[in-house]
């Protein structure tokens, strides 16, 4: 029921883009703001399960030989837009780079990331997620054709195959 949600969130989203006033710095910022590519959770992982984090709790995986301890994950933190830099539009694009910051640190986060002195939080909480984002006008209507992390992987949680993903293109949890 959540994905059903979060999918008509980005359609409604889209089509008022598709519909806005001309492109600019708001309307991105606006429509990356939805995007579960922002708004989903990072996963992180224990080696024991974490008291009083039931709420944050995504899966177990179990270890890869028979003797060995399962690995339980949590959702840690989502993301915001923070600001935009670079942007420039002409008659049929839009392009820019969108730096994104780690938000809503989760109680099982707060635990996780205060033991990793090597996190991606961390780092991207001084100099943010940078992300090139181009937007095309096709048919009429701007698309959001690069959606692609410059410096870090974007981890998300998959319920389906209970376990976490990294990637840099971020354009597919757009769609």
Do not use: H
Request: charged share 30%; aromatic share 14%; hydrophobic share 30%.
């Amino acid at each position: 029921m959540k994905n059903l949600k979060q999918f008509c969130a980005g359609l409604l989203l889209s089509m008022l883009i598709s519909c806005s006033a001309p492109m600019d710095e708001q309307v991105v910022k606006d429509y990356l703001s939805q995007s579960p590519a922002v708004t989903l959770y990072a996963p992180s992982y224990s080696e024991k399960k974490l008291e009083g984090c039931d709420e944050d709790y995504l899966g177990k995986k179990e270890g890869l030989w028979k003797n060995s301890e399962p690995t339980y994950y949590y959702k840690v933190y989502n993301y915001k837009v923070d600001r935009i830099e670079k942007f420039r539009k002409d008659d049929d694009q839009a392009v820019c780079i969108v730096y994104l910051l780690p938000d809503n640190l989760t109680k099982a986060g707060n635990i996780l990331e205060d033991n990793r002195s090597q996190s991606p939080y961390k780092a991207q909480l001084k100099d943010g997620l940078d992300c090139e984002v181009v937007f095309k006008k096709i048919e009429g209507e701007w698309k959001l054709i690069v959606f692609k992390s410059l410096s870090f992987q974007r981890s998300y949680w998959y319920e389906e195959d209970q376990q976490p993903y990294s990637y840099t293109n971020l354009l597919q949890w757009d769609k």
